[in-house]
């Protein structure tokens, strides 16, 4: 909102700009960002990151996005705080490709589910649409990296996704139901080979 701008029609057409301005980055954002992931792998960079405050963060970023496209989210977290071992940058990348995905399935809008479990040696993330869902002659292919059915995309969304969950030694697994949405099941190890080089920190290393 703009409320130095006194003359109505002024006022729309400078937030129809800025709107189109923020748009903008957010898709140059999504694009570098992937493209950096998908071209020049960085050695993941682990930590224990407590689950919760990863998908909100993430969901606070998209959250222009969501409004704009009318898609309400339900999010289940679990009953006590988790950490888990990841690249919370990667993590977070894979978790917004998937959710955009969402949203451009929904040009109606619609409602995304996110439901945590605990299970013995990992979480489980399911991200439930209710959007077009994916016909089943390309759903094999969604994972090759550049494959597209948007004018507007790259491809690259799924292949990143794919990439990041197999670096964390975690699990993907999709289903999609034509006209009725799409579920995306993620798997990520509590513990795992890659988490034995996360320095653990003393207590007493924090300083002021
Ligand atoms: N939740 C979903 N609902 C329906 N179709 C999906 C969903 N997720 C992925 N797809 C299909 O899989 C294709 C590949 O997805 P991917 O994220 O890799 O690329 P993209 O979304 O087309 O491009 P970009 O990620 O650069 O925007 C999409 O073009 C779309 O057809
Ligand atoms: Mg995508």
């Not at 993941?44 to 309400?72: C, D, G, M, Q, Y």
């Not at 292919?141 to 990041?164: C, H, K, M, N, Q």
Request: glycine letters at 6%; hydrophobic letters at 35%; one cysteine or more.
């Amino acid at each position: 909102r703009c409320p130095e701008v006194e003359d109505p029609p002024g006022r729309q057409r400078l937030e129809g700009n800025l709107r189109v301005i923020r748009d903008e980055v957010d898709r140059l954002d999504k694009v570098v960002k992937n493209f950096l992931l998908a071209v020049r792998p960085q050695r993941p960079n682990w930590s224990f990151v407590p689950l919760e405050p990863l998908i909100t963060a993430t969901l606070n970023l998209l959250e222009p996005e969501l409004k704009e496209h009318h898609v309400r989210v339900i999010f289940q977290p679990l009953e006590r705080e988790q950490l888990v071992p990841v690249d919370e940058f990667q993590i977070r990348q894979a978790l917004a490709n998937l959710l955009r995905n969402s949203i451009e399935a929904m040009p109606e809008g619609g409602e995304i589910r996110i439901c945590l479990s605990l299970l013995p040696d990992r979480v489980r993330i399911e991200l439930l649409d209710t959007g077009e869902g994916i016909p089943r002659r390309i759903q094999k292919r969604i994972f090759e990296p550049y494959f597209t059915t948007r004018a507007d995309g790259t491809g690259l969304g799924l292949s990143v996704v794919e990439r990041v969950i197999r670096e964390h030694q975690g699990r993907i697994r999709l289903d999609s139901e034509p006209r009725q949405g799409t579920c995306v099941t993620l798997d990520l190890p509590l513990s795992a080979s890659h988490t034995k080089q996360i320095p653990i920190l003393e207590e007493d290393t924090e300083q002021e």
